[in-house]
C-alpha cells in the first residue's frame, strides 16, 4: 500500500506504470486521476491544504478498509496538496486485485471517500476573490452508498 500526500506534480502515466509492474497476481489494475476543473470559467488557481500526520493517518486507515470489502492485492493514493492550476493533476488512487469488479468497486469507493471525508479544504481564487469550497449533497450521496446493504459487497468475481 503506498499513501502519499505531496505538494510536488506527479507523472500519472509513470505511477500507473510502476503500480502495475508491481502486481504479480493481479487480474485488473483500476486507476483515476482527478484534474483540477475550472467549472465557472474564471479559476486562477485553487489551493489545497491539509494537517500533516492526520491526512496520512486518515487515508491509511481508508485504504485499509477498502482492503477488507474487497480483495485488493494493492493500493496506491496520491494526492497533492498547495496551489494548483487549472488542469493540474490534483490526485491519483490505482487498485489492483485478481478480478475486476473489486479493483473497480474499491477505486469508486476510494474516490467517494477522498472527495466527502478526507482531510482536505480547498479554496478557488477567481478574478472576482478567493471562497472555500463547499461540500456538495451529491457528494454525500456517493459516499453514503457504501453504507447500504449493497454498497459492501465483497464480491470478487467478474460478471
Known sequence: MDIRVQEAAFDAGAELNAFTQ???NAGAVVSFT?????????LCQMRIEHYPG???KALMQIAQEACTRWPLGDVLVI?????????DQIMMVATASRHRNAAFA????LMDYLKSRAPFWKKETTADGA????????DEDALNRWTAPHGSDTSSGDR
Open 131 to 138: 471562497d472555500w469550497v463547499a461540500a456538495k449533497d451529491e
Open 106 to 109: 474499491a477505486a469508486d469507493f
Open 79 to 87: 494526492h497533492r496538496f498547495g496551489d494548483l492550476a487549472p488542469a
Open 54 to 56: 492526520m491526512t496520512e
Open 22 to 24: 508491481r502486481q504479480e
Open 34 to 42: 482527478g484534474i483540477v476543473r475550472d467549472v465557472t470559467g474564471g
